[in-house]
């Protein structure tokens, strides 16, 4: 979906005119967060109870027969550099009054649910005086965890599925809109070929875990389970307790579960994923993702296998 600032500022009735107000810096929306940033004792933890929030998911329950083909939710931007894949976990701080009213809104009417996209700035013309961006690879999130702050909160999400937004319904005080579900092509006559590339995967994703188990990597890395927390995850019932439209055949889920930073990851290496997983987010077939995912794999044991050698050089 594409727009202009020439729509902002209550000029028209299009619900995108204060999109413009999303600055993509980290001041707002963060990821990247350190334990020492926000001390515990400031932290109050808020576990996601199946049973106690209204519309709230069960891991374990049965799934709704209900099948819609969209969904009216909030929307969260972010920049080309946070693109965000199923199964995919990831940790924000919310602090702004804007934000906090979207995490209220997607735990109490919304089933704990709301979208992560890109808001990419584009060129429509040379002579064009007003910005203009594409809405792109929106992601349904899951709120798994929130923890409260001193300002704002730590909330916890899993990506579950890939939308596209069809249409912006509002912008005050959080952007909304409608969203239909994105799912890969059906190939049955692959069936054969799909359940052997699923296999490797899940052999190499688990023997590349291994590996970083072993690799001593800085206090800052990411977790070195998170390759199998991802792998675990899509393995798992789907979580959402909405229509089935939305929720991504286990195949595709496991398609995605590779495209995770490992241990000791360069900001090259890091730079690489995020580029694996636009082409991800992109395709329309499970086992051309599938071939992805494994060379990402191997090339990450590869890497890892090469630290591990230099740190048993350093241990000597």
């Known amino acids: 979906m ?12 299009n619900p995108i005119t204060a999109i413009h107000i999303f600055p993509m810096t980290s001041t707002l929306i963060s990821s990247n967060l350190s334990s020492s940033f926000f001390p515990t004792q400031n932290i109050h933890r808020i576990r996601i109870p199946t049973t106690s929030i209204p519309g709230s998911f069960n891991i374990r329950a049965r799934r709704s027969k209900i099948v819609a083909k969209s969904l009216d939710l909030p929307l969260l931007p972010f920049s080309m550099s946070e693109v965000l894949v199923p199964t995919e976990s990831k940790t924000l701080h919310l602090y702004e009054a804007r934000y906090l009213a979207l995490l209220e809104e997607s735990m109490k009417r919304k089933k704990n649910m709301f979208v992560h996209f890109i808001l990419d700035p584009i060129s429509i013309s040379e002579t064009a005086t007003e910005a203009s961006f594409a809405a792109r690879y929106g992601c349904l999130v899951l709120i798994e965890n929130v923890e409260r702050l001193d300002v704002g909160a730590l909330v916890s999400i899993r990506g579950a599925g ?3 937004i069809s249409r912006f319904l509002g912008a005050d005080p959080y952007l909304s809109g409608e969203v239909r579900p994105i799912q890969d092509r059906m190939n049955y006559e692959s069936s054969n070929e799909l359940t052997s590339k699923i296999s490797q995967l899940k052999e190499s994703i688990k023997n590349l875990n291994s590996l970083e188990i072993k690799l001593k990597a800085p206090a800052d890395s990411p977790l070195q389970t998170r390759l199998i927390n991802s792998l675990n995850w899509a393995e798992d019932e789907p979580p ?3 229509d089935e439209s939305f929720v991504p055949s286990l195949q595709e889920r496991l398609s995605f579960s590779a495209f995770q930073p490992v241990s000791g990851s360069t900001k090259s290496e890091l730079s690489r994923l995020q580029q694996e997983k636009i082409k991800a987010m992109d395709m329309k077939d499970t086992i051309e993702r599938l071939e992805l995912s494994m060379g990402l794999i191997k090339e990450n044991i590869s890497s890892i296998a090469a630290k591990l050698a230099i740190q048993s050089l350093d241990i000597r």
């Open 162 to 164: 890939r939308v596209k």
């Open 240 to 242: 959402v307790d909405f």
């Open 2 to 13: 594409l727009f202009s600032t020439a729509e902002l500022n209550g000029e028209s009735l």
